[in-house]
């Protein structure tokens, strides 16, 4: 089983900050690496796939980056809306058994 | 566009039943991937169940692996997950959520319901 980690667990950043939140995976996923966004009573929202390429309708101000086992998503510029938990998850297995990471809270300074 | 709908959470006393039901509308796309994910309270996500269209093979979280079935009705677009031998720990909020073709990150997701397992 591929284990996932994330880090910081929390992150408080002022609005209009950069956010830098990790994932790693414990062996290699190749790009196969994805970010959710998920605000309190809501459904996840799926942000970045394949490590880098933004879902249709994210803003710019988000980038994925990584490959292997080491994976960055950054946020830009903090907006309201974007204070949130963002899950990293591996698709890279056959058979095609998810793994989560933990999740980073992004809350305000 | 696509849209999910999960219906069938609930109150289920340990040892029960209950069946969860996802329909699926605004898409005529092939996608090959259909998943349930689920949330504890205060918890974060895992992954329960995905169902691979080609050969209809379906795979399970060892969680749930013996309890849950997971299968489509393609005339009804509509997916279920048949949860069986309930335990207090499947407590939590159950998504359904669309891969795609060939990969199975989720595209797009429910927005849940509840499961609430309680004596």
């Known amino acids: 089983e591929i284990v996932m980690t994330q880090s910081p667990a929390t992150l408080s950043v002022f609005p209009g900050e950069r956010a830098t939140l990790s994932c790693r995976a414990s062996?290699?996923?190749?790009?196969?690496l994805a970010w959710y966004q998920q605000k309190p009573g809501q459904a996840p929202r799926l942000l970045i796939y394949d490590a880098s390429t933004r879902a249709t309708g994210i803003p710019a101000r988000f980038s994925g980056s990584g490959s292997g086992t080491e994976f960055t998503l950054t946020i830009s510029s903090l907006q309201s809306e974007d204070f949130a938990v963002y899950y990293c998850?591996?698709?890279?297995?056959?058979?095609?058994?998810?793994?989560f990471g933990p999740g980073t809270k992004v809350d305000i300074k | 566009e696509v849209q999910l709908v999960e219906s069938g959470g609930g109150v289920i006393q340990p040892g029960g039943s209950l069946r969860l039901s996802c329909a699926v509308s605004?898409?005529?796309?092939?996608?090959?991937?259909m998943s349930w994910v689920r949330q504890a309270p205060g918890k974060g996500l895992e992954w329960v169940s995905v169902l691979y269209n080609v050969g209809g093979n379906s795979y399970y979280a060892d969680s749930v692996k013996g309890r849950f079935t997971i299968s489509r009705d393609n005339s009804r677009n509509t997916l279920y997950l048949q949860m069986n031998s309930l335990r207090s720990e499947d407590t939590a909020v159950y998504y359904c959520a669309r891969g795609t073709t060939y990969f199975y990150y989720m595209e797009v997701w429910g927005n849940g319901t509840t499961v609430t397992v309680t004596s």
């Open positions: 605004g898409s005529s796309d092939n996608f090959n991937y």
């Open positions: 062996q290699s996923v190749s790009s196969n």
């Open positions: 998850q591996q698709y890279n297995n056959w058979p095609p058994e998810s793994t």
